[in-house]
T-cell receptor
């Protein structure tokens, strides 16, 4: 199966600082990657769709200036949470589409903003 | 847009019994339906999927059925084991283009020994 890695697995930062999360497809090229946010005991909420070499498409209600997404290559997408606040604390998960069908998830990044 | 409803939200079964989780979708154009298993604090793992050109797919103790007319699909787990305890999510999407997966609300499955 396809492998998606994510780094870091957890991060603690102070309010007002920025945090970058990396998502990599290790054994395949992903033209499309997705960023999700998941609160405890809830479903996955899609934040944005990232296509290599083009601007990300954000879901309604997601601030594009706060959650910066860069998909610089076919194997790497990054999410930067800018000026983080405690309410941004969450579990962030990336996902990459391997074929036209299967979509695989990274291990997630637990962000805590103090 | 697509909307996926999943039931039940929690399910508790005795070890060895079967578990069934049901989902309905709204967009008749959706043609790909994966199921994911997520253990606490871990990534969702694709466990089985079905495309709209088939009505049933089985992989060992796991099976998925699809009724396109009624727009619902179900996950069946037989001979449940404690390691089946997790949250299960169904999803649906159209394969054409960069269409996004729409997830159900999740079902917390507990297998009682």
């Amino acid at each position: 199966g396809a492998v998606v890695s994510q780094h870091p697995s957890w991060v603690i930062c102070k309010s007002g600082t920025s945090v970058k999360i990396e998502c990599r497809s290790l054994d395949f090229q992903a033209t499309t990657m997705f960023w999700y946010r998941q609160f405890p005991k809830q479903s996955l909420m899609l934040m944005a769709t990232s296509n290599e070499g083009s601007k990300a498409t954000y879901e309604q209600g997601v601030e594009k200036d706060k959650f910066l997404i860069n998909h610089a290559s076919l194997t790497l997408s990054t999410l930067t949470v800018t000026s983080a606040h405690p309410e941004d604390s969450s579990f962030y998960i990336c996902s990459a589409r391997w074929t036209n069908y299967e979509q695989y998830f990274g291990p997630g990044t637990r962000l805590t903003v103090t | 847009g697509e909307n996926v409803e999943q039931h039940p939200s929690t399910l508790s079964v005795q070890e060895g019994d079967s578990a069934v989780i049901k989902c309905t979708y709204s967009d008749s154009a959706s043609n790909y339906f994966p199921w994911y298993k997520q253990e606490l604090g871990k990534r969702p793992q694709l466990i089985i999927d079905i495309r709209s050109n088939v009505g049933e797919k089985k992989d060992q103790r796991i099976a998925v059925t699809l009724n396109k007319t009624a727009k619902h699909f179900s996950l069946h787990i037989t001979e449940t084991q404690p390691e089946d305890s997790a949250v299960y999510f169904c999803a649906a999407r159209k394969v054409q283009g960069a269409q996004k997966l729409v997830f159900g609300q999740g079902t917390r499955l507990t297998i009682n020994p």
